[in-house]
């Protein structure tokens, strides 16, 4: 016998008043309902209820049993959510190093709403242009450009950024316009 069936199966005959409508109720066969009251009785070595052709009411010790599990079954449908929503909920700390671009133009800009969708996340923001060790650092990820280098690191790309390099027309007439990156800083 499912012994957490039978008890919820006994609340639903006690709160339907019939073994049919606990039956529709629960979507199970009558036959499936009786047998499990049965064998709770069986099992309890007690009569939980009175059963006529028309009605079914509850013993004393039925009513008493009733109360106490029915008090348990709602507790542990409690747990149960709780644990599923704080599964469903993200929560703890995160700590997030990125280069100062991305820092400035596109997360600090987005972080009002960050915060307000997942407000049991302690975000940890660190800002360096310079490649750093995850675990020596203690950072749970880094959001960067360019490929991999380190193989034993998992990334996902999250977006395709195109940089652009202006220069002012005095500048140009100044120093020339550069062929490569390299000649920028001449």
Known sequence: MDHLLAIKVFCRVVEAGTFSRAADLLDIPKSTVTK?????????????L?????R???????AAYYERTNKLLHELEDIESNISNEQRTP???????????IANFILLPALPAFIQQYPEIQLELGVSDTNIDLLTDNVDCVIRGGELSD??????RIAELKFVTCAAPHYLQQHGTPQTPDELGA
């Open 50 to 54: 009175h059963r006529t052709t028309r």
């Open 56 to 62: 079914v009411t509850v013993t004393m010790e039925g």
């Open 36 to 48: 499990l009251v049965q064998e709770l009785e069986a099992h309890l070595q007690l009569k939980l």
């Open 91 to 101: 929560r703890g700390r995160l700590k997030v190093d990125m280069a100062s671009a």
């Open 151 to 156: 193989t034993s690191l998992i990334a996902k």
